[in-house]
């Protein structure tokens, strides 16, 4: 080096180290994330609008189609009463259930195609990335739903804005729940077609047994039991209870069509079950973020 400065040569300046950047190291880098994934998944879903379409499109065949079919055997027009008024609660958890935890498929087809590990070295926290896609699946099934809602007045549900609001908050609680549910079979999904078939082996039985389609009352023992323990069972009857408020049923009615949840005989109130929702997206949500801090 002193030869060549005695020749008058430049002399490189010594290398210095390059900080590096932590992920997760900053807070605001996070919430940054968590507001880049969410804005990611309602692009994905506006610009698919054969999503949308097709989304919607099974819940209207269920509310009228069969809603009108099973209305000839139920007889709740005896009791004032039409059958699709009754399913149309049910049918509404069903909108938010199928998109909330489909949404989650966005993570295996981004497995499969590499952009997750992009997004798993970025600098963010890893959980910034799970409750990013939460959020955004949350608002899409949330969305849905209240396209869905729109329907309300073609069953006999008046269209009280203060019931709407109710049911859109309890739709929001119910969607963020499911998404993380979604979120966290789809960490350790490698495939799509995988994730569709564990998808419905959970999906179906949770919905068939929350008391959408058939109310929770006179019910075997084993199957009473079975709605009991299907979390989505305490999402749909707030629903229920929300909209069966505005319509003034009489007492048998009530008995027939809405008679809750119980637990031993104790009519669980509205605002537990909606604590036990709300406990529930803790365990799934942060199930999943303990599943993705873990992925590799």
Same mark, same amino acid.
């Given at each position: 080096m002193r030869a060549a400065e005695r020749a008058g040569e430049a002399v490189p300046a010594p290398l210095r180290p390059v900080p590096v950047r932590e992920a997760g190291g900053s807070l605001l880098s996070d919430l940054r994330g968590i507001w880049v994934v969410w804005h990611r998944e309602l692009l994905r879903f506006s610009r698919d609008r054969t @999503?949308?379409?097709? #989304? &919607?499109?099974?819940?209207?065949?269920?509310?009228?189609?069969? %809603?009108?079919?099973?209305?000839?055997i139920a007889r709740t027009s005896d009791i004032g009463v039409s059958f699709k008024t009754f399913m149309f609660p049910g049918i509404i958890g069903m909108t938010v259930l199928?998109?909330?935890v489909f949404s989650a498929i966005s993570i295996v087809w981004d497995r499969e195609f590499g952009f997750l590990r992009e997004m798993l070295v970025a600098p963010v926290a890893r959980w910034a990335i799970v409750l990013g896609k939460c959020l955004g699946g949350a608002s899409v099934a949330?969305?849905? !739903? =209240?396209?869905?809602? *729109?329907?309300? !007045?073609?069953? %006999?549900?008046?269209y009280n804005p203060l019931m709407l609001l109710a049911i859109i908050g309890e739709m929001a609680l119910m969607a963020f729940t499911l998404t993380g549910f979604g979120v966290l079979?789809? #960490? @350790?999904?490698?495939?799509?077609? +995988?994730?569709? /078939?564990? /998808?419905?082996f959970f999906v179906m039985p949770m919905f068939f047994l #929350?008391? *959408?389609?058939?109310?929770?009352? %006179?019910?075997?023992?084993?199957?009473?039991? &079975?709605?009991?323990?299907?979390?989505? +069972?305490? *999402? /749909?009857?707030?629903? @229920? @209870?929300? =909209?069966?408020?505005?319509?003034?049923? +009489?007492?048998? $009615?009530s008995r027939?069509?809405?008679? !809750? =949840? #119980?637990?031993?005989g104790w009519r669980l109130p509205? !605002?537990?079950?909606?604590? =036990?929702?709300?406990?529930? $997206? /803790?365990?799934l949500v942060g199930s999943a973020m303990f599943a993705f801090s873990r992925a590799e």
């Open positions: @999503r949308m379409i097709t #989304s &919607l499109v099974q819940p209207v065949l269920f509310l009228f189609v069969l %809603g009108t079919g099973l209305s000839t199928f998109t909330a949330t969305a849905q !739903g =209240i396209v869905f809602l *729109a329907l309300a !007045g073609a069953v %006999g549900v008046p079979l789809a #960490s @350790r999904m490698q495939q799509m077609q +995988s994730f569709q /078939v564990v /998808v419905q #929350s008391g *959408a389609m058939f109310p929770l009352v %006179g019910l075997p023992a084993w199957l009473a039991a &079975l709605t009991k323990i299907d979390p989505l +069972s305490y *999402a /749909v009857d707030p629903l @229920r @209870r929300t =909209i069966f408020a505005e319509l003034h049923l +009489s007492p048998a $009615a027939v069509l809405d008679p !809750g =949840i #119980s637990w031993n509205v !605002g537990v079950e909606l604590l =036990i929702v709300a406990a529930m $997206a /803790v365990v």
